[in-house]
């Protein structure tokens, strides 16, 4: 078979997923993760539907992640006083399956790493392609060959910059502003969460670890800000200023956040692409399509996209050309489904006017008592589920 030897960039979910089913073909996988150590920390991703059920069976990591499961129930609007005025039902949020993404992330690592080289704190420099490979040079290590190089490194893919261009032609920011860490659940939630909704803000805790602690969770109205992905100080310090005095239990979650271990900041935005491919270099997962991180589809499309991208590549014993433009066939439809249940969620999350808010808030009050209350939820099952899988063989024998 051609082209085995294949590097990965980003070790969250892509990254992992897909080196778990290019080493079942006979490739060899190595990731690469800037992080020093595999990251932690994010809220809980969502699983719906047979497609994303049976590549997790598939994988033999189902069991696993059902044990793991947040079993989070339905989720309660309340007013600055902390009293619910509204209870929205679980299978809007949860899916089948939902899962801390760093309790997701450990498991897709314990489940690699016996067959695939990490490298933690390193990252690529440069590309270098000809016909025969790509010369790939790292931050830290020395250059290395390599006959293909996939991007799963997330939305601000670096991957995807160095070899399609700068991040601006392909990210689209929703307009908002997201922040989540671990935090104690002082509220003592059982299996629930508390959202508190004002003009262009929310803020809310969710039980986490069977109630054991707690996330927190902050999102904010914003034009895009062009701040430094790293400075933490500063995304805190914008926090503060959008959530100081807000109501509700802000303040008090403000303070806990300057000691969380696992603070997560981002902007909300989606990837926009023609191509996910260009020589020898292919995106998988928010580098190429993320939908958005309030679409509640990305770890699932993820997944899937690993699932495909590795068994195109088995399919064409290796040839590149041939299986990248099969995975871009197979997956273009069904990511630009996914990526609609991102449209608008950000608007509806944290709408701009104080109106607009209190509309919303009347909104979800009545929603049980709508004959429409679970069409959202149908309509993400059906999207998640709107892909036949093909049963790739496995070709190679090791
Ligand atoms: C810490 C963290 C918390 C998250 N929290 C949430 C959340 O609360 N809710 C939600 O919906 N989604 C969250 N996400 C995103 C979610 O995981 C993805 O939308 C989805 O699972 C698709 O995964 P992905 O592997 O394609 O991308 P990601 O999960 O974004 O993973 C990208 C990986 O690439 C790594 N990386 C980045 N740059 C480089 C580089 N230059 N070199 C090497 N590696 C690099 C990152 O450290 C990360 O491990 C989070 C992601 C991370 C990393």
């Known amino acids: 078979m051609k082209n085995r030897n ?45 497609a994303h059920l049976s590549i997790l069976r598939r994988m033999g990591i189902l069991p696993e992640l059902e044990a793991a499961r947040t079993g989070v129930g339905s989720m309660s609007y309340v007013n600055s006083a902390g009293k619910p005025v509204a209870k929205l039902p679980a299978d809007l949020f949860a899916g089948d399956l939902e899962i801390l993404r760093g309790d997701l992330a450990r498991i897709l690592y314990d489940a690699t790493k016996g067959f695939t080289e990490y490298v933690f ?19 830290r290590g020395a250059p290395r060959r390599f006959d293909l190089v996939i991007g799963a490194d997330g939305l601000h893919s670096n991957t995807r910059r160095l070899a399609f261009g700068p991040e601006e032609q392909f990210v689209r920011h929703l307009g908002v502003y997201c922040a989540i860490f671990t935090t104690a659940n002082h509220l003592g939630l059982d299996h629930t969460g508390h959202a508190y909704r004002t003009a262009g803000r929310l803020a809310a805790m969710y039980s986490a670890r069977h109630n054991a602690e707690a996330k927190a969770a902050f999102y904010f109205g914003s034009p895009e800000l062009g701040l430094d992905r790293r400075d933490v100080v500063r995304q805190q310090a914008l926090l503060a ?12 979650l403000l303070d806990a956040m300057r000691y969380a271990s696992d ?9 926009r692409m023609d191509a996910w491919t260009r020589g020898r270099v292919a995106l998988v997962g928010d580098a190429a399509y993320c939908p958005s991180s309030l679409s ?7 997944l899937v996209g690993a699932y495909v991208l590795a068994g195109e590549l088995a399919a064409a014993d290796g040839d590149h050309r041939a299986a990248f433009d099969r995975y871009q066939e197979r997956m273009g439809a069904y990511a630009a489904g996914c990526q609609k249940m ?25 929603m049980p008592y709508l004959p429409g209350k679970n069409m959202a939820a149908r309509i993400a099952r059906r999207t998640a589920e709107n892909i036949t899988l093909p049963d790739y063989p496995s070709l190679v024998v090791r």
Do not use: C
């Open 241 to 252: 200023e959008h959530f100081t005095g807000n109501g509700w239990e802000s303040d008090r």
């Open 263 to 271: 603070f997560y900041f981002d902007s909300v935005g989606q990837v």
């Open 6 to 50: 294949v590097l990965i960039s980003g070790a969250s979910v892509a990254g992992p997923a897909l080196a778990h089913w290019l080493h079942h073909y006979g490739f060899d996988p190595v990731i690469v993760e800037r992080a020093p150590a595999l990251r932690d920390g994010g809220y809980a991703v969502d699983f719906r539907g047979e």
């Open 121 to 139: 704190g390193d990252s690529v420099t440069s590309l270098a392609e000809d016909d025969h490979g790509v010369t790939v040079g790292f931050e």
């Open 342 to 366: 991102g449209d608008g969620v950000a608007r509806l999350m944290v709408p701009g006017s104080r109106l607009a808010a209190s509309f919303l808030n009347r909104y979800y009050k009545l």
């Open 296 to 302: 509640g589809m990305g770890s699932g499309l993820a």
